[in-house]
């Protein structure tokens, strides 16, 4: 069965990560993964009421990748948005658009939450496929981790047990991004704008979630054009 899995990295407040919790019991969610968190003591265990369970069983990590090992779709969050075309990194899905996208999805997928005070760095939110925002007001954007959580799992929480047809697999994705750098470094494209360029695409393919079907159109072509070009280059 698919996991959804609810990942905190360095949250600072026991108390928020015990709240998480008990919204994760609330909708179903049982998979909590934390990165150098603080330490859990009373108040954690106390908020968390009914999810005592989910945040004994809490996987804890040093690192945000092992974390996300195993999940085929990354999606960060964060209060902090940008506007523009070319902010592509902070190009926000509400939750209702990301459980809309992922409602038949059967493969694993991590929600990632950042710190109280500062949210995700930017090359953590550089590493996830999207990036959901729950639209707040102008004056007062940004809202209590446990509150954003318990949003984005109320939308999500009709998604946990449906299936999707025929998606492709993490190492498949990974050789289209590769494949795409490929063709970037084949048509000689600036080296100034080349991680950019590439973290653009992978948003870009987050956003859309393609199927298996269209990850393995997408390489041929790409894949196609970046050895004729390299051929040419030899003649």
């Known amino acids: 069965m698919p996991e959804i899995r609810i990942v905190l990295v360095g949250p600072k407040f ?80 509400c939750p209702s658009k990301l459980a809309e996208d992922i409602k038949d999805y059967d493969e694993n997928v991590a929600i990632v939450f950042g710190r109280e005070d500062i949210g995700l760095y930017q090359d953590e939110l550089d590493r996830c496929d999207a990036f959901v925002n729950v639209p707040t007001s102008d004056e007062h954007p940004i809202i209590n981790l446990s509150h954003a959580a318990t949003i984005i799992m109320y939308e999500l929480s009709g998604t946990v047990h449906l299936t999707h047809p025929e998606p492709a697999d993490n190492h498949e994705k990974e050789r289209l991004f590769e494949a795409f750098d490929d063709l ?52």
């Open 184 to 235: 970037l470094d084949a048509v000689e494209y600036n080296n100034d704008r080349k991680h950019r360029t590439s973290v653009m695409f992978r948003k870009m393919m987050g956003r859309s979630i393609p199927t298996k079907c269209e990850y393995h159109t997408i390489m041929g072509v790409i894949g196609r054009a970046a050895k004729l070009l390299n051929d040419s280059k030899e003649d």
């Open 14 to 93: 026991e108390g928020n990560v015990g709240a998480v919790a008990r919204s994760m019991s609330n909708f179903n969610f049982e998979n909590l993964y934390l990165v150098n968190p603080c330490e859990l003591g009373d108040d954690a265990y106390r908020r968390a009421k009914h999810g005592f369970h989910i945040l004994e069983n809490a996987k804890i990590f040093d690192n945000l990748d092992d974390a996300l090992e195993g999940c085929f779709l990354t999606v960060g969050t964060s209060g902090a948005i940008t506007k523009g075309d070319t902010n592509f990194a902070r190009i926000p899905l």
